[in-house]
C-alpha cells in the first residue's frame, strides 16, 4: 500500500514548498479481501531510521487496525 503526502499546491511542477508532515495516522483493513490472514505490517520509509519499522496491529474480527506514525513524501506500507 503506497502512501503519497503532497503539498496542497502546484508541488509536482514546481518542486519548491514541503508537505504538510502528518502523523499517528490510523489504518483499519478489511482483512476478508485480502485472501490471506496478515501476520505483521511493515512500514518502508526514506523519512525513518533504517528505512523500515515493524507496526504494531490489533485483529479484531474481519479488521486489522494499526497506526502509522508519521508520513512526510510517502510511505509503503507491507502487509504480510
Known sequence: IHLVNLPQNEYVWR???YPEVYKNIPVSIATARLGFVPKEVWLLSPDIEGNRVKLEVSKASD??????????FYDILVVR
Open 15 to 17: 518542486k519548491t514548498d
Open 63 to 72: 479488521t486489522l487496525t494499526f497506526t502509522v506514525p508519521q508520513i512526510f
